[in-house]
């Protein structure tokens, strides 16, 4: 079957960095997606790969390996505003996504 | 209209009863998708329609139908709503084969 596995919540402190994880296992593979969803709000795109190695986009980057069926999310310079849920979703051989449950994460000041 | 609209916004309904979710979409994507989102739960993708004129199924498809009659309209209907449809439902659009995908605001429905 298809699996997503990230962790159910984090928490973090204003200023600091935060890693989360993302393990997957789909059939087939056509692209890695992370979004950032507010609590009783939609999801919002944060960034795509579908290669090896580290994409960074400001304070946020994400870093992908196919060969070991993994990625993370790192955030830096932790704000309040960062306070969300970060869902993990893989594109499949069928090009549908894939969702994993989220990872919710808590930012103290 | 920019981006995605649904309606409404939310809903309780009595079990038994026939509803349409609504979803327009103005970036003239060909894709779109419905899906519900349960507490512990990833998203779960009920049905896509990758053209105007088609429609597939997708995980949890059973209770639901939609059509796409035009590019920007994708509705969703519950023919007899059951207690377990509880749930946040979100449209969705995108390139096809492409890209990200685009959420709407969601819709909350309640079945009693």
């Known amino acids: 079957g298809q699996n997503i596995d990230q962790p159910t919540e984090m928490t973090a402190t204003e200023g600091a960095i935060v890693q989360i994880n993302c393990t997957y296992q789909?059939?087939?593979?056509?692209?890695l997606f992370w979004y950032q969803q507010h609590a009783g709000e939609a999801p919002t795109f944060l960034s795509y790969?579908?290669l090896d190695g580290l994409e960074e986009k400001g304070r946020f980057s994400s870093f992908l390996s196919r060969s070991k069926g993994y990625s993370y999310l790192l955030l830096k310079e932790l704000q309040m505003k960062d306070s969300a849920s970060y869902l993990c979703?893989?594109?499949?051989?069928?090009?549908?996504?894939?969702w994993g449950a989220g990872t919710k994460l808590i930012i103290k000041p | 209209i920019a981006g995605i609209t649904q309606a409404p916004t939310s809903q309780i309904l009595a079990a038994g009863r026939r509803m349409t979710l609504r979803c327009t979409q103005d970036?003239?994507?060909?894709?779109m998708y419905w899906y519900r989102q349960d507490l512990g739960l990833g998203l779960r993708l009920i049905h896509y329609?990758?053209?105007?004129?088609?429609?597939g199924k997708g995980e949890v498809p059973d209770g639901y139908s939609v059509s796409r009659a035009n590019t920007d309209d994708f509705p969703l209907t519950l023919a007899s709503a059951v207690p377990s449809q509880t749930s946040v439902y979100f449209c969705?659009?995108?390139?096809?084969?492409?890209?990200?995908?685009?959420f709407g605001p969601g819709t909350r429905l309640t079945v009693l």
């Open positions: 969705a659009s995108s390139e096809v084969g492409a890209g990200e995908q685009f």
């Open positions: 970036m003239r994507h060909n894709a």
């Open positions: 329609s990758n053209t105007a004129g088609t429609t």
């Open positions: 789909t059939s087939g593979f056509n692209g």
């Open positions: 790969n579908v």
């Open positions: 979703a893989v594109r499949d051989s069928n090009y549908q996504l894939i």
